[in-house]
């Protein structure tokens, strides 16, 4: 169905960054067809009146844990190594297909309530099938694939896989899923990082990705004690020299974190046009570091934003990592390097190549898919309005300010009401399933 939205500023992120004033977006067949003013609904059956709001291409997360959302809350005050072998790792490995589910869809009922229309993900080892389907029903675009990894130390057994094991399913995921339901799923290899996998697995990988034509998403440089692992587990090289070693590295390779980078690194980022995630509200938490975002952009290196995990942040809301990526580091490089501007484009721009769909999403252009966030910035948090409307965007608005969130055209949040997922069930279901595996857990200790 054809869709027209009237009367808003338009930010369309096309190459100009032009900001459209009382301007109009026609929608035909999940595609954006003009953007402009005094668009006439002629024929059209769906006409939505957005005077005073703003309208945003759909927010995106370049790195993402949605298998983590249901542990929300419950590993805090720890670093990194200790966070994932003391507390995640034995968390995603108590889940089933149906906590899988149920943690997915209060992801992905969090981050269209607060404007996010797609998302590059990395599961759990296992039931990655559940996070499709979970996507798949709420109409979310989503790039995912399992965590692939077959080593590590401090890995519990429900998480243990062979090389071959690892492979085999995530051709078969690959097989399921990628590019069904309109293009709007895609499948992505998602090696953990290079403490949890072999150095054969990281090669097959980065063969088989060129062969498929597929995404890479892992993590690198993440906190200190890490690198330092890393050093010692390949003979002195740092994360992202030896994936580039290994051939992962590209285009087509989405790197969360990069905190604790080498020039060496920095220069391997630039020069193989390999994409960054960054995530403040996880690293801030987690005391892994400030990563130097403003040096890579002015490099030429596209860092897109991303909430990590809940238990990591706690908060999904985009809004909240734009805030952060505005101001966190300007302590050390002034008030002028990370404009709202900046911070916009790595939330939509980059954003839509770390998921390699930027010739589809990450700005409001004709012939692009029709992900569309509309926000309402009149609220007493961001009031009043400044002329220019993205310093209350990025510095003041917040995801309970989104008013209407459409992917390809069709809305997933109208009037700040999700349309294709019910709240309160989902949430109900997410305590429900969240007990249950407490109390197995707590079983399963008391009987030694």
């Known amino acids: 169905m054809d869709l027209l939205l009237t009367g808003g500023t338009v930010v369309t992120m096309n190459r100009e960054r032009e900001v459209l004033v009382d301007a109009d977006v026609l929608v035909q067949d999940g595609r954006i067809a003009k953007v402009g003013r005094g668009l006439k609904p002629r024929g059209t059956r769906r006409v939505v009146d957005v005077t005073g709001k703003v309208v945003l291409p759909g927010l995106i997360h370049g790195h993402l844990h949605a298998c983590q959302t249901l542990f929300r809350g419950r590993a805090d005050g720890l670093e990194l190594l200790d966070w994932l072998r003391e507390r995640i790792w034995p968390f995603e490995a108590s889940h089933d297909a149906a906590s899988m589910r149920a943690s997915a869809d209060l992801t992905f009922a969090e981050l269209i309530r607060s404007g996010a229309t797609a998302a590059l993900d990395m599961g759990s080892v296992y039931h990655y099938d559940a996070v499709f389907e979970s996507a798949r029903d709420a109409g979310f675009r989503l790039v995912?694939?399992?965590?692939?990894?077959?080593?590590?130390?401090?890995?519990?057994?429900?998480?243990?896989?062979?090389?071959?094991?690892?492979?085999?399913?995530?051709?078969?995921?690959?097989?399921?899923?990628h590019g069904t339901h309109g293009g709007r799923l895609?499948?992505?290899?998602?090696?953990?990082?290079?403490?949890?996998?072999?150095?054969?697995?990281?090669?097959?990988?980065?063969?088989?990705?060129?062969?498929?034509?597929?995404?890479?998403?892992?993590?690198?440089?993440?906190?200190?004690?890490?690198t330092d692992a890393v050093r010692q587990y390949t003979g002195g090289e740092d994360n992202v020299a030896f994936f580039h070693t290994v051939g992962m590295s590209g285009p087509h390779v989405t790197m969360a974190h990069c905190v604790w980078l080498s020039q060496e690194e920095q220069d391997i980022l630039r020069d193989t046009r390999t994409v960054v995630c960054h995530c403040p509200g996880s690293n801030l938490k987690l005391a892994s570091g400030i990563a130097k975002v403003p040096e890579l952009l002015e490099a030429g290196v596209a860092v897109a934003l991303g909430a990590d995990g809940a238990p990591c942040n706690n908060t999904l809301d985009i809004f909240y990592e734009m805030k952060l990526a505005a101001v966190m580091h300007n302590p050390r490089v002034g008030p002028c390097a990370m404009t709202p501007m900046r911070v916009l484009e790595m939330?939509?721009?980059?954003?839509?190549?770390?998921?390699?769909?930027?010739?589809?999403?990450?700005?409001?252009?004709?012939?692009?898919?029709a992900d569309i966030t509309v926000v309402d910035v009149s609220g007493l948090h961001a009031g009043p309005t400044p002329e220019d409307v993205l310093v209350p965007l990025v510095h003041s608005a917040r995801g309970s300010d989104v008013a209407h969130v459409f992917i390809d055209g069709q809305p997933v949040l109208r009037d700040g009401v999700l349309t294709t997922l019910d709240a309160s069930s989902v949430l109900a279901n997410a305590n429900a399933q969240v007990a249950r595996i407490l109390k197995r857990r707590q079983k399963k200790a008391r009987s030694g």
């Open 144 to 177: 995912g694939g399992k965590a692939m990894m077959d080593a590590g130390a401090g890995v519990p057994a429900g998480l243990r896989e062979s090389t071959e094991e690892s492979l085999r399913e995530s051709l078969a995921l690959k097989e399921r899923w």
């Open 347 to 369: 939330a939509t721009l980059h954003g839509a190549r770390a998921l390699g769909l930027e010739d589809e999403v990450g700005s409001l252009e004709p012939g692009k898919r």
């Open 186 to 226: 895609r499948y992505a290899f998602a090696p953990r990082f290079v403490l949890s996998c072999t150095p054969e697995l990281l090669r097959e990988v980065a063969r088989l990705a060129k062969e498929h034509g597929l995404r890479i998403h892992t993590h690198a440089s993440e906190n200190a004690k890490e």
